[in-house]
């Protein structure tokens, strides 16, 4: 059994191999990054058999490791002809990456005794094969990491992982804002069910909780309000590549009125068709 979908990311150190990467793992992408090149036909092979999930298989493979890497070479144009195969292959100038390496001040792979351009054009040389042999072509010379990010979104995704993924993550104020948060809403605005005798050992998660809080005064308008103003901010993080948000909903202890209201956000925010997950942090700490 083999994999769906392979590809091979590879080309010149500093061109944005790792940010490819990245988008790819956020795409669903199974990355593996410096591979040696002679476990690369055992991955292929076991990784189907092991998850329907890791059915979408990027490797980087990259010149460091030397001689391997013509064994990688060659294995790549025979794995090719028994399977759907992609080479991603990422270029930019030599002025470019001479000035990415100053920048993050560290020696080019390749420059041993020599300069960062001596690097740069020892590496080009040694990848002049597997670049004829790409089957996608990425100069990052004149673009930033967002935008190439968007290009490969544009370029690999299925549809629907373009989309933000969103956390609503209910939480007490007493212990603390959640430091991944973000955005936050307080609901402290509306009455707290502890002061209810027959609400105080109930949670959010119960209908005579959510119907308290939801009947009170503003509830409603909050919500409504606020899903419409949630609209352009997930639109902005899907255009800006923010693939994963987390929307904190707090109030006092984290037990009644922020796990309500999570809850009844969530399920409307599903309803329009947002990948949404709901999490409560403090229930159970009182």
Known sequence: MTAREVLIITGMSGAGRSTVANALEDLGYYVVDNLPPIMLRQLVDVVPAASEQLQRLAIVVDVRGGVLFDDAMRLIETLRTEMPMTVVYLEASDATLVRRFEQVRRPHPLQGDGTILDGIRTERARLAGIRDLADVLLDTSDINVHELTTRVRDRFSRGEEGEVRLTVLSFGFKYGTPPDADLIADMRFLPNPFWQ???????????????YVLAQEGATEFADAYLVALQPVLAGYARENKRYAVLGIGCTGGKHRSVAMSEHLAARLADAGVSVTVQHRDLGRE
Do not use: S
């Not at 609400?199 to 909780?209: E, I, M, P, S």
């Open 197 to 211: 005798p027959e609400l105080k050992a109930h949670t959010g998660l119960d209908d005579a909780v959510r119907d």
